[in-house]
């Protein structure tokens, strides 16, 4: 099943106890998330971001003038691994997300420090990339329904919706990614109930168990 993904060594927690950045985490993983929306990248990619930050920063000491430009560099390299090359940021367009404060240099020299400290190890597996997968295990088959396929994404859109609301959240790190994921998207139809979309549902569907597992 899905979750045994978990298990793998890859998984990054957050200690928030040793973090040294917590006190600025939550303005710069917002300012991610908007980045990232700005540029219409997939939902993972602003995801696979928030964990180079969190791995970078909880280990350097980095001067608050520059916790951005981690955060920056951290999104270009989070969309080189996740997102197709025509929509990977040129430099001038960092620059432009950036403000402008960073020359192409700066930038250049920083991304290479950020996967020097990240030991080159980009392959991560997030909870929006569960997200993404056990939809697609449980979408509903629309047979050429519209309803049904605008409700299918309904519930994709509002269970990203609920996992960026909690992302800055540092306590969310210690959840596992495909717990939290399950939990996004059985919120997601919870809301979706009460707004009328969806009738007598359950929220954790025999689909939604086997995608997972029983250890979720």
């Known amino acids: ?18 973090a040294r950045h917590l006190q600025f985490r939550v303005p710069l993983v917002e300012w991610i998330l908007d980045v990232c929306a700005e540029a219409q990248f997939g939902p993972a990619t602003a995801d696979v971001a928030v964990e180079y930050m969190d791995r970078v920063l909880s280990t350097v000491m980095v001067p608050k003038s520059s916790l951005q430009l981690v955060a920056l560099c951290c999104i ?7 997102e197709t090359e025509e929509l990977v940021p040129s430099l001038s367009k960092l620059r432009y997300f950036g403000s402008n404060i960073y020359s192409v240099d700066i ?3 920083m991304e290479l420090a950020v996967c020097v400290e990240l030991k080159w190890s980009m ?20 047979g050429g329904n519209v309803e049904w396929a605008q409700i299918s994404d309904k519930i ?3 269970s990203y919706a609920m996992y960026h609301a909690i992302v800055s959240d540092a306590e969310v790190s210690s959840v596992k990614p ?28 025999d689909d939604l168990k086997l995608a997972v597992g029983d250890d979720s």
Do not use: W
Not at 5 to 16: E, G, M, N, Y
Not at 76 to 82: F, G, H, L, T
Not at 131 to 142: G, H, K, S, V, Y
């Open 1 to 18: 099943t899905l979750s045994l993904h978990d298990a793998l060594p890859i998984c990054f927690v957050l200690d928030v106890n040793e």
């Open 76 to 82: 270009q390299v989070a969309a080189k691994y996740e």
């Open 107 to 109: 930038i250049r020299k």
């Open 123 to 142: 392959g991560v597996v997030r909870p929006s990339h569960f997200i993404e997968a056990i939809l697609a295990l449980t979408r509903m088959p629309d």
């Open 156 to 158: 994709e859109d509002v």
């Open 178 to 205: 495909s717990r939290l994921a399950l939990a996004c998207i059985c919120a997601a139809r919870l809301q979706l109930e009460s707004e009328g979309f969806l009738y007598n549902e359950p929220m954790l569907t």
